[in-house]
């Protein structure tokens, strides 16, 4: 990466982390309000992604069932089976009235950008609210939220570092070829690293088993989150997401670990924990 781009990224993490930081911690609205941004925008960028292969999303609507999916997640007003049938009906009978190439593509992309980045963002929420109803009051839920914010930054950091220094040994060349082995152990040894870390700080409520299981989550299941929108976007024969967020790409590139390993956190919580 050209040292005008490290500085862009550098300069824009400083700029952003603090906000993101204090809506973590102050819950409500703040919280939603940065969850809502990352999952319209990602679902947004997603829908860029795949019409580079003839699909085209239903945005609008889309767009609006990801953000009932959060809403729901704030302040549950229906069951999420209900929303998935309502979803489903609403989104088949549009697209006979849509008229815009593929309507299975279209479905198919649809359908894929709500499961992945509508369900899963909304695990976010369950995860901020997972030692307490209120999500305004409760600072366990932001304690855990802010630890894994930073294991996912600092082993995307380390992974980074890490490959560039001693990257060797290819780790999936068909998706990304830059990516490496050394680099993947940097990344999960840093990112369960820094929840020990949080442990020592600030997760005492937590037990050392929850505390390893969670940075291995991360350090596993985060690198697969960003594998996997690498293969989209090497099937969509493009480098970013979008370059809406300077030196980082878009919002789908930023937070694709995140949107990974928050399901796999609150599953591992909710019947392990």
Do not use: C
């Amino acid at each position: 990466m050209p040292t005008s781009e490290n500085l862009k990224r550098v300069v824009v993490s400083v700029a952003a982390i603090p906000f993101i930081l204090i809506a973590a911690y102050l819950g409500g609205y703040y919280f939603f309000s940065f969850v809502a941004l990352i999952s319209l925008m990602s679902f947004y960028e997603f829908s860029l992604l795949v019409k580079h292969k003839g699909a085209n999303v239903n945005l609008l609507l889309g767009g609006l069932i990801v953000l009932i999916l959060q809403l729901n997640q704030f302040k549950t007003f229906i069951d999420l089976f209900t929303i998935i049938l309502l979803s489903s009906l609403s989104l088949l009978t549009v697209e006979l009235f849509r008229n815009k190439g593929s309507g299975i593509f279209n479905l198919g992309s649809t359908f894929l950008g709500i499961f992945y980045i509508g369900i899963f963002s909304a695990a976010l929420i369950s995860l901020r609210v997972f030692y307490s109803s209120d999500i305004s009051v409760n600072n366990l839920g932001a304690y855990l939220i802010i630890s894994i914010l930073a294991s996912i930054w600092i082993g995307d950091s380390a992974a980074y570092y890490g490959g560039i220094t001693f990257g060797k040994h290819k780790l999936f060349p068909r998706v990304s070829p830059k990516k490496s082995w050394e680099g993947a152990i940097f990344g999960f040894i840093f990112s369960v690293g820094a929840l020990i870390l949080a442990k020592l700080i600030v997760l005492d409520f937590l037990s050392w088993m929850n505390v390893l299981a969670i940075g291995i989550i991360i350090g596993t299941i985060g690198q697969i989150g960003d594998l996997v929108e690498s293969l989209i976007k090497r099937d969509s024969e493009v480098k970013d997401s979008s370059s809406l967020i300077p030196g980082h790409g878009g919002f789908f590139d930023r937070f694709d670990s995140l949107l990974f390993s928050a399901p796999a956190i609150w599953i591992y919580l909710k019947y392990f924990g």
